[in-house]
């Protein structure tokens, strides 16, 4: 997938060779995230980069606040040609490739430059080069941020104020074990259902990034938010394969370039978004909870089995490589 992603970008680049062709393609572009986060700014950045670079011909409409479903009902439609792409959190791709797992390892991640090295590099080109024969095809890795906890019981400071916390989750088996093993009562079900289930007392919690708790306006619902950073999320693009072998080399091409060109336009405006929602949630009368390093460590101890087990399951090289970049060592 690595030889293909280059030549279809060196082909593109080669415009002296042949005129570039773009033939009329409406996409559907889905995400469940909300208007004004961080990915669904990124998505409405592609669509107008896509059409302006081919002259009308490739235009993507987005679609957001899961208009078209939740996350894996959208995937399962990107497999099945009904939708064109899609973007979502890049660790629950473990539902169709295993090692996308360790990027959903708790509490390891600190460093986004880290992160942006890892997925632009060798790293994120393994886990692409996997996807093909699950049917999609990834782009390019952006990001959501920092997630974060929130709650409507108490205030939570520590290891021991997490216990008892009914939390949804996302249906992803690895978030489901890191929140039990710090003593939560982890419950997944679809981002679309989460508001409500808030409201009504069917969970305690969530946890997200800021600017999707500011644009989801869980604020609303929810007490206390704890800057816990137990996950960095990229985020994932992807495009149907079904769709993918419709399209032309030219259009290939320049679907990829836009993709990943944009990726350092979204990346940027998540970290700027990341301080400026949180100053938003603070003004709506939530209180933001910081936790101190000796609570983080406490937190990444008790998810040592969860590290352990799930690490058996991914490459060794991927791992290896992974934990020598962050400076992570299994005990």
């Not at 981002?191 to 306006?217: C, H, N, R, W």
């Not at 704890?226 to 080399?249: A, C, M, S």
């Amino acid at each position: 997938m690595k030889k293909l992603l280059i030549g279809l970008l060196i082909a593109g680049a080669m415009t002296s060779a042949h005129a570039q062709e773009y033939r009329s393609h409406t996409i559907k572009f889905a995400a469940t995230g909300q208007e004004g986060t961080p990915p669904v700014q990124g998505m409405h950045i592609f669509a107008e980069k896509l059409r302006e670079r081919s002259d009308g011909a490739l235009n993507a409409r987005v679609f957001a606040n899961g208009t078209l479903g939740g996350d894996v009902q959208v995937l399962s439609s990107l497999k099945g040609g009904v939708i064109e792409m899609m973007v979502w959190n890049a660790g629950n791709m473990i539902n169709e490739v295993q090692d996308f797992g360790i990027l959903d390892l708790p509490f390891i991640y600190q460093d986004p430059e880290i992160m942006d090295q890892l997925l632009d590099g060798d790293v994120g080109n393994q886990l692409l080069d996997q996807l093909p024969e699950h049917n999609v095809i990834g782009l390019a890795f952006w990001e959501q941020g920092f997630r974060l906890l929130t709650n409507n019981k108490r205030e939570v400071e520590s290891l021991e104020d997490i216990k008892g916390l009914k939390i949804r989750v996302q249906q992803n088996p690895l978030l489901v074990d890191m929140w039990e093993a710090l003593g939560a009562n982890a419950t997944p079900m679809p981002v679309t259902e989460l508001y409500t289930a808030m409201e009504t007392g069917a969970v305690d919690g969530q946890e997200t990034t800021a600017p999707f708790i500011l644009g989801s306006k869980y604020f609303e619902v929810q007490k206390y938010v704890t800057l816990t950073r137990h996950n960095y999320n990229p985020q994932i693009v992807l495009i149907g394969k079904p769709f993918w072998d419709r399209l032309n080399e030219d259009e290939q091409s320049l679907i990829i370039e836009v993709a990943q060109e944009t990726a350092l336009e979204q990346r940027e405006i998540s970290r700027i978004a990341q301080s400026e929602a949180l100053d938003q949630i603070r003004e709506a009368g939530n209180t933001v909870t910081d936790i101190t390093d000796e609570q983080r460590q406490l937190m990444l101890d008790a998810e040592s089995d969860v590290i352990h087990q799930y690490v058996q399951t991914f490459d060794p090289d991927l791992v290896k490589e992974v934990f020598e970049a962050v400076g992570y060592q299994l005990d």
